[in-house]
Nanobody, 122 residues
Framework: QVQLVESGGGLVQNGGSLRLSCEAS????????MAWFRQAPGKEREFVAG????????YYGDSVKGRFTISRDYAQNTVYLQMNSLEPEDTAVYYC???????????????WGQGTQVTVSS
């Protein structure tokens, strides 16, 4: 059974940085495409960033390009989201997700973490 556990959320000021972590267990980590999504109150869940399982190619949502960086550590079975130049609009619950397919930008992820809250104060 796939388990995804996020950490690293919190409260940060406008312009600040945070790094989220997502540790995967119960899986062969290298076979999964990994991604981060977020959902703000009253809004739909939004794709933030993803990394393809075979090539390591990364993808980003338009609103975070140039500010966020996704990476994965195969030795630690962990995917990270480095978030810089944070804005109040980035406030949301951030979710880690995993899927066996190679398509990254899709809503069809089979496995989800519990989420971690990120709040950016103005």
């Amino acid at each position: 059974q796939v388990q995804l556990v996020e950490s690293g959320g919190g409260l940060v000021q406008n312009g600040g940085s945070l790094r989220l972590s997502c540790e995967a267990s119960g899986v062969t980590f290298s076979t999964y495409t990994m991604a981060w999504f977020r959902q703000a109150p009253g809004k739909e869940r939004e794709f933030v960033a993803g990394v393809r399982r075979t090539t390591g190619t990364t993808y980003y949502g338009d609103s975070v390009k140039g500010r966020f960086t996704i990476s994965r550590d195969y030795a630690q079975n962990t995917v990270y989201l480095q978030m810089n130049s944070l804005e109040p609009e980035d406030t949301a619950v951030y979710y880690c997700a995993a899927r066996l397919g190679t398509t990254v930008i899709t809503a069809q992820y089979d496995n989800w973490g519990q989420g971690t809250q990120v709040t950016v104060s103005s």
